[in-house]
Every structure is written in C-alpha cells, then in structure tokens.
C-alpha cells in the first residue's frame, strides 16, 4: 500500500529552526509537496520538489531525496504564525496526491 | 478575487437526510476535487472531476455522488448521510493545462456533522 509518514506534533521556540521530516511509499512518484493548514482553515500550498536537492523559498526550504523516499521541510527564524500544520504529499504513478495526516506545529515564545 | 466558495460553512444533518455541499471557482480551473479531512488521517480523496463532462472516483466515494456540468461547479451530494460521514469537507482546483504540478487551491472547508 501507499504511505506518507511525518510526526504528529513538534514544539519549537520562536526565532529557532525547526526541520519537518516526512517518509514516504508510493506506487510511482510524481513530485512532493507541503502545504501549511492553519486550525480552521484550508490548507495553502508551500513547496513542490521533483528533483533531488533544497528549494529555498524565503525563511521555507524543502529537501527531497528520491532515493531514500524522503523530505523535509526547514523553518528558519520561526514566528508565531507559523504555528500550524505541515501537510505532506506525493503525487503517485497515477497523479494522485496522496496525503500524510500531517505534522502539528507548536512554536512557543 | 473569491478563489474557491464552499457553502454552507457548516451543517447539522439528521441521519438518513440528503444534502448537497456546494463549491464555486472563478480561476477557470480545469480540474477539481472534493476531499474530507477527519482528525488523525490525511486528506483523503473522494470524487475528482479533470475536465467539466467527466467525473472519477477517489479513494472514498462510497455514499457520495458529484456532478460536473460546468468549469466553475462541483457540487458533492450526501444521499442518505451516516454518522461516519461526519468530516471536515474541502474543495479543491487546480490548473492542469500547464501538466500536473499538483498544486491545489481549495475552499475554506465545510464542516458537516451526522447525527
């Protein structure tokens, strides 16, 4: 069967770094991708990775690994509104976008 | 810009009752969606339209029925609502004429509860 794994809940102190690991099984791979949810709200797109590397985007980089199925997402500087849930997702053989139940994030002052 | 509109916000529904979930673009999206998203568990698919005529099945689409007559709808239809059917509903779109980046834009979510 397909799989995404990441981490429930991580706490970070604001101002710190904090990296979002995510792990993944799928029938084929079309690219990952991490999107922030805040409570309440929809999700909202961060990233997508194809290729091996680091994407840097502002104070958000995502890493991606094909060969060890495996992400994560870096938070530099952490605010308070970053407080959220980090969702994990890859796009499959078939480009469907299977979801990891996500990672919640606590950053405290 | 409106993006994506879910209605209603939320929703109590009686068990056995119908109800229809609607949602509304404005991007000219070809592609939609429409996922539920319970604690503890991914969002999960349950129908998908790729182009207004045609509609799939998802991962969960058993108790649920969608339509796609147009670009801009896709409403999601509860026949006879469950219990388990109480979730967090998102809609969802996303412009695949570029090829399947995957990146989605979706609603503000509707929340039904089945009693």
């Known amino acids: 069967g397909q799989n995404i794994d990441q981490p429930t809940e991580m706490t970070a102190t604001e101002g710190a770094i904090v990296q979002i690991n995510c792990t993944y099984q799928?029938?084929?791979?079309?690219?990952l991708f991490w999107y922030q949810q805040h409570a309440g709200e929809a999700p909202t797109f961060l990233s997508y990775?194809?290729l091996d590397g680091l994407e840097e985007k502002g104070r958000f980089s995502s890493f991606l690994s094909r060969s060890k199925g495996y992400s994560y997402l870096l938070l530099k500087e952490l605010q308070m509104k970053d407080s959220a849930s980090y969702l994990c997702?890859?796009?499959?053989?078939?480009?469907?976008?299977?979801w990891g139940a996500g990672t919640k994030l606590i950053i405290k002052p | 810009t409106a993006g994506i509109t879910q209605a209603p916000t939320s929703q109590i529904l009686a068990a056995g009752r119908s109800m229809t979930l609607r949602c509304t673009q404005d991007?000219?999206?070809?592609?939609m969606y429409w996922y539920r998203q319970d604690l503890g568990l991914g969002l999960r698919l349950i129908h998908y339209?790729?182009?207004?005529?045609?509609?799939g099945k998802g991962e969960v689409p058993d108790g649920y029925s969608v339509s796609r007559a147009n670009t801009d709808d896709f409403p999601l239809t509860l026949a006879s609502a469950v219990p388990s059917q109480t979730s967090v509903y998102f809609c969802?779109?996303?412009?695949?004429?570029?090829?399947?980046?995957?990146?989605?834009?979706f609603g503000e979510g509707s929340r039904l509860t089945v009693l």
């Open positions: 990775n194809v």
């Open positions: 997702a890859v796009m499959d053989s078939n480009y469907q976008l299977i």
């Open positions: 991007m000219r999206h070809n592609a």
């Open positions: 339209s790729n182009t207004a005529g045609t509609t």
């Open positions: 969802a779109s996303s412009d695949s004429s570029g090829g399947a980046t995957g990146e989605l834009f």
């Open positions: 799928t029938s084929g791979f079309n690219g």
